[in-house]
C-alpha cells in the first residue's frame, strides 16, 4: 500500500479512539516524544488490509475483454445466479443442522433435570439436581469454548467482523472452512450449554463464510481437494457473495429475507448496485425456503407445508376471540411506545458501556494471559449463571394460576410448539395443580420459549418477576457477550426486553387500569426497543421484526421505537457491533464524513511519503522492496527533470505562465516543508487540547533543530532504485521528494507473481523478449499469493529487469490536491477503492489516500492540526 505505512502503523497506535478526548497525531506523538494514555481505549495491535474493490485494467485483462462476447457474458451470469442459488441452500441447511442439535442437546438436558427436580423437591436433594444442570453446562460450554481455541475468529457473534469485510476490510481468517466448522460446532454447544447467547447472530457469520467458500471450490483446510473453476478470482466477486451469504444468514435466522438484503445493505457493503441487489434477495429466499421445507417436514411430518419460516419464530399475535375490547395496539399507545423507545436506549446505551468495559478488561487482563484462561472464564460464566436460574427458578418464583385455553394462547404458536415438547411447557416446580412457577417458566426454557411465552401467554407473570428476570437477565447476557465462545445477542436481547415489555403492560394494566392493553404488543415493542438501543439498527431491523411476526400493521409502532431508541443511544454511545469494530481497531468508514470535515482537502489527508516502482526496474531492486515494506501496491512513476530555467529567460510570457504552474501546482517537497513548520510552531500544551488559547512557543533552539532532525529522519524514504544514487544527508527537501511524473499502480501480489513466475528480460534484450502472463495466470494463487519472504532468491538473477507496465493499472481513479474531502470520502467508499493517488495539474503524484487517512480519528486529528496552522 503506497505511502501507508504509516497508516498502518498510525492505526495501531490509535484508530480506535471514539472520539470522547482529544487525540494526537502520529507525528505529533512521535517527534514530541511524548505517548498517548490509554485509560479510555484499547490500542489495536494488528494491521488490516483493504479489499480490492477496483477492477484492475491491465493488458492481461483487456485480452479477457477482447475475447469475450454476449454469450460468455451470459453464461457468467447464468453461473453467478446458480452460485448464489446454491449459497442459499447451504446457509439453509447450515441452520437446520444447528437448530435440530440444539433441540436435541436441551430436550436432552432439561428431560433429566426436570424429572430430577420433581423427585427431589420431595426427597429434599435439590443439590443432586443442581449438579447435574452444572455438568451439562460445563460439558457444553467447554467444548464451545475448545473449538475457539482451535480458531479464536469463532468467538462471539462474527456480526463486527462481517460488517467490517463488507465496508472493505479484509480480517484475517474470517471467512475460512475452518472458521465454519468451528462456528457451528461452537454455538451448537453455547446455547446447549444453557449460556445467554444465541444462534442466530452465528448464523450470519456462517452464511458469510458459506458464500465466500463456496464459489471458489478450494479451501485452505482441504488443500488436495481442488477443482477448475476459473470464476470468481477476484475480491470484487467474493464481497458480493459474501453480502449474499451475510442475508442469507439473517433470512434463515428470522424467517425474513427481504430484511437479510436490508441488513446486507444497511450494515456494511460500500458498493450497491440493481444486480447484487436482485441476486442478494433470491440468496436470501433460497435460504428461507430451504429451511423452512425441511424444518416443517422434519418437526410436523407435513412436508411441502412450509409452516416455520425462520429458527426464530414470533407466532401469531391475536387478540382472544372473548375479549371484545382487545387490540393488537391503538393510537394512544404510540406515546407509550416512544416512551418504551427512550428506556430501551438508555438500557442499550447502559449495556453497551458496561460490556465495552468488560472486554477491555479481557483485552488487557485475560487474552494476554495462556489460553487456558479463557476456557475457565467461560466456565466461570457458566457455574455463575447456572447456579443463578436454578435458585431464582426455586426460589424467587411466585406460583401463577394457568390460563383456561393452556399454556400458549393462539393455535399457530400452539402449532408450532406443542405441550409434549419440553422447550415450550411452563414450568409447576412447587407449586399445586393448575399453576406454573413463573420464574421457572422464564429461566428454565430455551430462550425462543420463553419469548413465546412472554408474546402469547395468557396468564400474567408477576411484576416483581419480570423486574427480578430483567436484572438477572440483563446483568448476566452483559457479562457473556465477549467470552471465547460462539454467541449471539439478537435473542438475549430480545428476550431481556420483551420482558421490559411485558413489565410495562402489567404495570398500565393493574395500576392505571388501561384494560385495552395487548400484553403480547408491549412485549414485542419491549423487545424492539432494548435490541434497537443495543445494535442501533434501524431499517433491516424494521423489517426482520415485521416479518417475524407476519403482521404489517406493527409497522409504524416498531419503526418509531426502534428510531428513538437509536437516536437516544446514539447520544451516549455508538451500537454494541460498532463498538467491538473500534476495539479491535478497524478502520471501518461511516457512510458519509461530518460536515466540518469538508475544511480540510486531498493535500491535507495524502501521505506524501511514497515508496515507488519504475516501469522498468531490476529485480534486487523490487525485492528489496517487497522485503523492507509493508505497502500493498505501489506508483509507477517516472522522474520529471525539466530545463524549465532555460525557458524562463527568453519570453516573459512564457516565464509568467512558468511561474504561476509552479506557484499553483502542489509539491511532494513543498507539502512536506508546510507540515515541517507547523509541526515546529506546536507547544506541547496546545496539543493536548486544541481549545486552548495560542500560547507563543517557548521551545529553545537546540529542541526546534533536534525535531527537525527527527522529522526529517521520519519521512527519509526508502533507498533509490540505484544503489549509486542512495539518498545523502545533505541532500534538500526538492532532492528527496522530486516531482515523479505518475504513470499507474501496481499491486504487490502482482509483483511477487512476476518474480516467482521469472517474467524478466535482460540489459541485452528489448523487453519486447520479457514472458507475458495472461489473467488467469495471474489470478491462479488468488486469495493467498506467495509471500515474498518465501521466495528462494537463488533461482533469480539480480540484474534482470522486469517491465511492469503489461500489469499495472494504468487508469486508477485519482484526484486533484484540491479535491475536498467530502468528495474524497464519497468516491473512495462508494467505488470500494483500497488506495486513490494524489495527482497534480502536470500529472505528477504528489501523495496517496488510503482508508486510514479517512477514518473519523485521523480526520480530526487533521482538522485539529488545521486549526492550529490557521
Same mark, same amino acid.
Given at each position: 500500500m503506497a505511502g501507508c505505512r504509516g497508516s498502518l502503523c498510525c492505526c495501531c497506535r490509535w484508530c480506535c479512539c471514539c472520539g470522547e478526548r482529544e487525540t494526537r497525531t502520529p507525528e505529533e506523538l512521535t517527534i514530541l516524544g511524548e505517548t498517548q494514555e490509554e485509560e479510555e481505549e484499547i490500542l489495536p495491535r494488528k494491521d488490516y488490509e483493504s479489499l480490492d474493490y477496483d477492477r484492475c485494467i491491465n493488458d492481461p485483462y483487456l485480452e479477457v475483454l477482447e475475447t469475450m462476447d454476449n454469450k460468455k457474458g451470459r453464461r457468467y451470469e447464468a453461473v453467478k445466479w446458480m452460485m448464489v442459488f446454491a449459497i442459499g441452500i447451504c446457509t439453509g441447511l447450515v441452520g437446520l443442522f444447528v437448530d435440530f442439535f440444539v433441540r436435541l442437546f436441551t430436550q436432552l438436558k432439561f428431560g433429566v433435570v426436570q424429572t430430577s427436580v420433581e423427585e427431589c423437591s420431595q426427597k429434599g436433594c435439590l443439590a443432586l439436581s443442581l449438579l447435574e444442570l452444572l455438568g451439562f453446562n460445563l460439558t457444553f460450554v467447554f467444548l464451545a469454548s475448545i473449538l475457539v481455541l482451535i480458531e479464536p475468529v469463532a468467538a462471539g457473534s462474527g456480526i463486527p467482523e462481517i460488517k467490517c469485510y463488507l465496508n472493505g476490510v479484509k480480517v484475517p481468517g474470517i471467512v475460512r472452512l475452518r472458521t465454519l466448522l468451528c462456528k457451528v460446532f461452537g454455538v451448537l454447544f453455547s446455547v446447549a450449554g444453557g449460556l445467554f447467547v444465541g444462534k442466530e447472530g452465528p448464523m450470519i457469520h456462517s452464511g458469510a463464510v458459506v458464500g465466500a467458500g463456496l464459489p471458489q471450490f478450494q479451501s485452505i483446510s482441504l488443500r488436495k481437494i481442488q477443482f477448475n473453476f476459473p470464476y470468481f478470482r477476484s475480491d470484487r466477486d467474493k464481497r458480493d457473495f459474501v453480502s449474499a451469504g451475510a442475508a442469507a444468514g439473517v433470512a434463515a435466522a428470522f424467517g425474513a429475507p427481504i430484511g437479510g438484503t436490508l441488513f446486507s445493505l444497511e450494515e456494511g457493503s460500500s458498493f450497491w448496485n440493481q444486480g447484487l441487489t436482485w441476486k442478494v434477495l433470491f440468496c436470501s429466499m433460497s435460504a428461507t425456503f430451504t429451511l423452512n421445507f425441511f424444518r416443517s417436514g422434519i418437526q410436523f411430518g407435513s412436508w411441502g407445508s412450509f409452516q416455520l419460516p425462520g429458527l426464530l419464530n414470533f407466532g401469531e399475535f391475536?387478540?382472544?376471540?372473548?375479549?371484545?375490547?382487545?387490540?393488537?395496539?391503538?393510537?394512544?399507545?404510540?406515546?407509550?411506545?416512544?416512551?418504551?423507545?427512550?428506556?430501551?436506549?438508555?438500557?442499550?446505551?447502559?449495556?453497551?458501556?458496561?460490556?465495552?468495559?468488560?472486554?477491555?478488561?479481557?483485552?488487557?487482563?485475560?487474552?494476554?494471559?495462556?489460553?487456558?484462561?479463557?476456557?475457565?472464564?467461560?466456565?466461570?460464566?457458566?457455574?455463575?449463571?447456572?447456579?443463578?436460574?436454578?435458585?431464582?427458578?426455586?426460589?424467587?418464583?411466585?406460583?401463577?394460576?394457568?390460563?383456561?385455553?393452556?399454556?400458549?394462547?393462539?393455535?399457530?404458536?400452539?402449532?408450532?410448539?406443542?405441550?409434549?415438547?419440553?422447550?415450550?411447557?411452563?414450568?409447576?416446580?412447587?407449586?399445586?395443580?393448575?399453576?406454573?412457577?413463573?420464574?421457572?417458566?422464564?429461566?428454565?426454557?430455551?430462550?425462543?420459549?420463553?419469548?413465546?411465552?412472554?408474546?402469547?401467554?395468557?396468564?400474567?407473570?408477576?411484576?416483581? !418477576?419480570? &423486574? %427480578?428476570?430483567? #436484572?438477572?437477565? /440483563? +446483568?448476566?447476557?452483559?457479562?457473556?457477550?465477549? *467470552? $471465547?465462545?460462539?454467541?449471539?445477542?439478537?435473542?438475549?436481547?430480545?428476550?431481556?426486553?420483551?420482558?421490559?415489555?411485558?413489565?410495562?403492560?402489567?404495570?398500565?394494566?393493574?395500576?392505571?387500569?388501561?384494560?385495552?392493553?395487548?400484553?403480547? !404488543?408491549? &412485549? %414485542?415493542?419491549? #423487545?424492539?426497543? /432494548? +435490541?434497537?438501543?443495543?445494535?442501533?439498527?434501524? *431499517? $433491516?431491523?424494521?423489517?426482520?421484526?415485521?416479518?417475524?411476526?407476519?403482521?404489517?400493521?406493527?409497522?409504524?409502532?416498531?419503526?418509531?421505537?426502534?428510531?428513538?431508541?437509536?437516536?437516544?443511544?446514539?447520544?451516549?454511545?455508538?451500537?454494541?457491533?460498532?463498538?467491538?469494530?473500534?476495539?479491535?481497531?478497524?478502520?471501518?468508514?461511516?457512510?458519509?464524513?461530518?460536515?466540518?470535515?469538508?475544511?480540510?482537502?486531498?493535500?491535507?489527508?495524502?501521505?506524501?511519503?511514497?515508496?515507488?516502482?519504475?516501469?522498468?526496474?531490476?529485480?534486487?531492486?523490487?525485492?528489496?522492496?517487497?522485503?523492507?515494506?509493508?505497502?500493498?501496491?505501489?506508483?509507477?512513476?517516472?522522474?520529471?527533470?525539466?530545463?524549465?530555467?532555460?525557458?524562463?529567460?527568453?519570453?516573459?510570457?512564457?516565464?509568467?505562465?512558468?511561474?504561476?504552474?509552479?506557484?499553483?501546482?502542489?509539491?511532494?517537497?513543498?507539502?512536506?516543508?508546510?507540515?515541517?513548520?507547523?509541526?515546529?510552531?506546536?507547544?506541547?500544551?496546545?496539543?493536548?487540547?486544541?481549545?486552548?488559547?495560542?500560547?507563543?512557543?517557548?521551545?529553545?533552539?537546540?529542541?526546534?533543530?533536534?525535531?527537525?532532525?527527527?522529522?526529517?529522519?521520519?519521512?527519509?524514504?526508502y533507498p533509490n532504485l540505484y544503489p549509486d544514487q542512495s539518498p545523502s544527508e545533505d541532500w534538500t527537501m526538492e532532492e528527496r521528494f522530486r516531482p515523479l511524473t505518475f504513470h499507474g499502480l501496481i499491486l504487490r501480489s502482482q509483483l511477487v507473481t512476476l518474480l516467482v513466475r521469472g517474467v524478466c528480460y535482460s540489459e541485452s534484450q528489448s523487453s519486447a523478449s520479457q514472458p507475458r502472463l495472461s489473467y488467469a495466470e495471474m489470478a491462479e494463487d488468488y486469495p493467498r499469493y506467495p509471500d515474498i519472504h518465501d521466495l528462494d532468491l537463488t533461482l533469480l538473477n539480480p540484474r534482470m529487469i522486469v517491465d511492469v507496465t503489461p500489469y499495472m493499472n494504468p487508469a486508477p481513479f485519482t484526484v486533484s490536491p484540491n479535491t475536498h474531502v467530502s468528495q474524497v470520502f464519497n468516491l473512495f467508499r462508494t467505488m470500494g477503492l483500497r488506495h486513490l493517488p494524489v495527482v497534480n495539474a502536470v500529472g505528477e503524484i504528489v501523495g496517496i489516500i488510503t482508508r486510514h487517512n479517512l477514518t473519523y480519528e485521523f480526520l480530526q486529528a487533521r482538522l485539529r492540526q488545521h486549526y492550529q496552522t490557521i
Open positions: 391475536k387478540c382472544s376471540d372473548s375479549d371484545k375490547k382487545c387490540h393488537l395496539w391503538t393510537a394512544m399507545d404510540l406515546g407509550f411506545f416512544v416512551v418504551m423507545g427512550v428506556i430501551g436506549g438508555l438500557l442499550g446505551a447502559t449495556f453497551n458501556c458496561l460490556n465495552k468495559r468488560l472486554a477491555k478488561y479481557r483485552m488487557r487482563n485475560v487474552h494476554p494471559k495462556p489460553k487456558l484462561v479463557r476456557v475457565l472464564e467461560s466456565l466461570l460464566v457458566s457455574v455463575v449463571t447456572t447456579v443463578v436460574v436454578f435458585m431464582a427458578s426455586m426460589v424467587l418464583g411466585e406460583c401463577r394460576q394457568m390460563s383456561a385455553s393452556g399454556q400458549i394462547s393462539n393455535d399457530s404458536s400452539q402449532l408450532q410448539v406443542t405441550s409434549e415438547d419440553v422447550n415450550s411447557s411452563t414450568k409447576t416446580f412447587f407449586c399445586p395443580n393448575e399453576t406454573y412457577n413463573d420464574m421457572a417458566t422464564l429461566f428454565f426454557n430455551p430462550q425462543e420459549s420463553a419469548i413465546l411465552q412472554l408474546f402469547h401467554q395468557d396468564s400474567t407473570f408477576s411484576p416483581v !418477576t419480570l &423486574a %427480578l428476570f430483567f #436484572a438477572l437477565y /440483563f +446483568l448476566l447476557a452483559c457479562w457473556t457477550y465477549g *467470552i $471465547s465462545v460462539p454467541s449471539g445477542l439478537f435473542v438475549p436481547s430480545l428476550l431481556c426486553g420483551a420482558a421490559f415489555g411485558r413489565l410495562v403492560a402489567n404495570v398500565l394494566k393493574s395500576y392505571i387500569g388501561l384494560g385495552h392493553i395487548y400484553s403480547g !404488543t408491549f &412485549a %414485542l415493542i419491549g #423487545a424492539a426497543a /432494548f +435490541l434497537g438501543g443495543v445494535v442501533r439498527m434501524t *431499517i $433491516s431491523l424494521t423489517v426482520i421484526l415485521i416479518e417475524s411476526t407476519n403482521e404489517i400493521t406493527y409497522g409504524l409502532p416498531i419503526m418509531i421505537t426502534l428510531m428513538v431508541a437509536k437516536w437516544t443511544g446514539d447520544f451516549f454511545n455508538k451500537g454494541i457491533y460498532d463498538i467491538h469494530v473500534g476495539l479491535r481497531g478497524v478502520p471501518l468508514l461511516e457512510w458519509e464524513t461530518e460536515a466540518e470535515m469538508d475544511k480540510l482537502r486531498a493535500s491535507d489527508i495524502m501521505e506524501p511519503n511514497l515508496t515507488y516502482v519504475y516501469p522498468h526496474t531490476r529485480i534486487q531492486s523490487l525485492v528489496s522492496i517487497l522485503r523492507t515494506t509493508v505497502h500493498h501496491a505501489f506508483p509507477v512513476v517516472t522522474e520529471n527533470r525539466g530545463n524549465e530555467k532555460e525557458f524562463m529567460k527568453g519570453n516573459q510570457l512564457i516565464s509568467n505562465n512558468i511561474k504561476f504552474k509552479k506557484s499553483s501546482i502542489l509539491t511532494r517537497a513543498g507539502e512536506q516543508r508546510r507540515r515541517s513548520q507547523s509541526m515546529k510552531s506546536y507547544p506541547s500544551s496546545e496539543l493536548r487540547n486544541v481549545c486552548d488559547e495560542h500560547l507563543p512557543s517557548e521551545e529553545p533552539a537546540e529542541k526546534e533543530d533536534l525535531l527537525q532532525q527527527m522529522l526529517e529522519r521520519r519521512y527519509t524514504p
